[in-house]
C-alpha cells in the first residue's frame, strides 16, 4: 500500500510539479509557525528564575475604594500596584527576608564627555535588594548595599550599554555621573541582561529594554523624580506637587 501510495504521489507531482511544490510549502509552514507557537508559550509559561519558585512573590494590597471595585468585572480583584506609603511599609517589614520597592522614571544625563551631549534616559528607581532577588549579572563592581537605601547615598548601577555609550565599555565603578543636578558614584556596571519578557516589571512594557540606570529609591522625593510608568488613582487631589502624588492613593 504505501509504494502503491508513493507511486501516485510521484505521477502527481510529475504532473502538476508547482502545484505539489505548494502544498508541500504550505504544510511545512503550518508545521513551522505551530511548533514556533507552542515552543514560545513554553518558554514564556516557565518560571523565568526556576530555583525561586516558591519564594520570590509579587505583593498586592487592596487600598481602592470598596465602593469602587479596581476592576468592575472581578471586584475581588485588587490594584496590581501599591502606593507610595503602602510600599514604605512593606519595605519597612521584617517578614521577608530580602525585598524591592521600585519604578520606573526618567532622568537627564550629563556626560563627561564633550562629545556627548546630555539626553534624557530612563531610570528604575530600586531598593538594593533588586540585584540579588532577579539574579543581575555585573562585568564590573556590584550593587549597592542596604546602608545606601537609607541614606540615600548618591551611588547608581549603569546598564552594560549605557557604560559602553559613556565610558566605551571600560572598568567605570567608583566614577562619577551627573544626573539632574547631582553627581553620583558608580558602584556597579551590568553585564549583558535582557530578560524577555522584563519579568520584574510587565506593567510598563513586557519586551521593552531594560533601564539604562538604576538608582537608589529614596532620591525620588528630594529630586522629585516622577513615575513615567502606569499610574491609577481613585480620587481627585492636586497632581501640580510632587508630595501630593506621595501621600496619595495613587498605584
Known sequence: MF???????????????????????????GIAVSNSFVTVM???????????????FYVEM?????????????????????????????????????KVVMYKSEVTVHPESKEVRPYRALAR??????????????????GWGRDADKGPEPVVVLSFETNNKLFGGEDSVGKTIRLEDRDFKIAGVMG??????????????????????????????????????????????DRSKFKNIMGSETV
Open 42 to 56: 513554553y518558554v514564556m509559561g516557565g518560571h523565568p528564575i526556576p530555583e525561586k519558585e516558591g519564594t520570590l
Open 192 to 237: 549583558p541582561w535582557r530578560p524577555v519578557p522584563k519579568f520584574y516589571d510587565t506593567h510598563n512594557g513586557a519586551y521593552d529594554e531594560i533601564e539604562a540606570i538604576y538608582m537608589p529609591l529614596m532620591f525620588a522625593e528630594p529630586m522629585e523624580l516622577w513615575s513615567t510608568g502606569n499610574t491609577s488613582n481613585q480620587k481627585q487631589f
Open 125 to 142: 528607581m530600586c531598593t538594593s535588594d533588586f540585584f540579588s532577588m532577579f539574579d543581575v549579572p555585573f562585568a564590573h563592581g556590584s
Open 62 to 98: 487592596d487600598a481602592w475604594d470598596p465602593q469602587r471595585p479596581w476592576d468592575d468585572d472581578k471586584p475581588e480583584v485588587p490594584p496590581d500596584q501599591l502606593t507610595w506609603m503602602d510600599a514604605q511599609a512593606v519595605l519597612a517589614s521584617d517578614i521577608p527576608s530580602h
Open 3 to 29: 509504494a502503491y501510495m508513493m507511486g501516485i504521489a510521484w505521477r502527481s507531482m510529475r504532473r502538476n510539479p508547482w502545484l505539489t511544490l505548494l502544498l508541500v510549502g504550505g504544510i511545512a509552514l
